[in-house]
């Protein structure tokens, strides 16, 4: 069993990705866009490009695609950092803030589908579990750097 769940966290995350994407594609996000819009929501307003690049783990060129697409359709703003001009800080626009909101109400749809079956007290500790691993995996990778 136990050398099944890193396979199982993979694919369950794929799928997860899989069925919202569709409803996503509803309202005309790309799952790089909604990706990037929830994690700037989650980062906060204000967060570097490399900053929201690094939480969502993608490369520089990548990330910089999906907001160059997020800005010409007027969802976010870039802005100059006070402390240092080679730093874009990331704003949400009005019309990003509400395309947000349906963004949030799409995913819980999803989410709600995905979790049905699961009890209260399973999905809690599921939730435990994947935060022991995500614990577990940021002290391995700060005893690496070392």
């Known amino acids: 069993m136990e050398s099944n769940i890193g396979w199982l966290l993979a694919r369950t995350s794929f799928a997860w990705?899989?069925?919202v994407d569709r409803y996503m594609a509803d309202i005309g996000l790309t799952q790089s866009r909604w990706i990037a819009?929830?994690?700037?929501?989650r980062q906060g307003?204000?967060?570097s490009q490399s900053e929201l690049a690094a939480?969502?783990?993608?490369?520089q060129p990548s990330m910089l695609r999906t907001l160059n697409h997020l800005e010409d359709a007027g969802l976010i703003e870039r802005?100059?950092?006070a402390n240092d001009a080679r730093r874009k800080t990331l704003w949400f626009t009005s019309a990003g803030r509400?395309?947000?909101q349906e963004v949030e109400r799409?995913?819980?749809?999803g989410r709600q589908q995905?979790?049905?079956?699961?009890?209260?007290?399973?999905?809690?500790?599921?939730?435990?579990c994947l935060i022991t691993i995500l614990d577990n995996a940021d002290k391995l990778n700060t005893a690496a750097k070392l």
């Open 98 to 100: 509400e395309l947000l």
């Open 55 to 59: 939480d969502i783990g993608i490369e």
């Open 17 to 19: 990705r899989a069925i």
């Open 106 to 109: 799409m995913v819980s749809k």
């Open 37 to 41: 819009m929830l994690h700037l929501y």
């Open 114 to 128: 995905l979790l049905a079956g699961i009890s209260k007290e399973h999905r809690a500790i599921l939730h435990d």
């Open 79 to 81: 802005r100059a950092c």
């Open 45 to 47: 307003e204000g967060c």
